[in-house]
């Protein structure tokens, strides 16, 4: 009853940039903190940006200065925008939220189906 569909992956250059958008859908009643994970190939999942209801983010310390999150609140929205890529970006990434479907009594944490990012020349 509820989906996150993230898009904007691709094959992108060193250095160049991407965006990348994940929506949720359906039964929701309210939406906490929303953020991006990656999976490189033979790694465990890792954080890569987080951002709570109220707008403050946080960042792994690879990406910090290079990536932002941001959410759009009224669309259930969140992006993650991503500049000077390098080569040890590429990776699938993964949309998280942490929300309360309508009717529930507790939060519950949903994920994307993840979407391919490749940063090579």
Do not use: H
């Not at 929303?34 to 690879?62: C, F, H």
Request: charged residues 15%; aromatic residues 8%; contains cysteine.
């Amino acid at each position: 009853q509820v989906q996150l569909v993230e898009s904007g992956g691709g094959l992108v250059q060193p250095g160049g940039s991407l965006r990348l958008s994940c929506a949720a859908s359906g039964s929701i009643f309210s939406i906490n903190a929303m953020g991006w994970y990656r999976q490189a190939p033979g790694k465990q999942r890792e954080l890569v940006a987080a951002i709570t209801g109220g707008g403050t983010t946080n960042y792994a310390d690879s990406v910090r200065g290079r990536f932002t999150i941001s959410r759009d609140n009224a669309k259930n929205t969140v992006y993650l925008q991503m500049n000077s890529l390098k080569p040890e970006d590429t990776a699938v990434y993964y949309c998280n939220a942490d929300l309360r479907q309508r009717g529930g009594a507790v939060s519950a944490r949903y994920w994307g189906q993840g979407t391919l990012v490749t940063v090579s020349s």
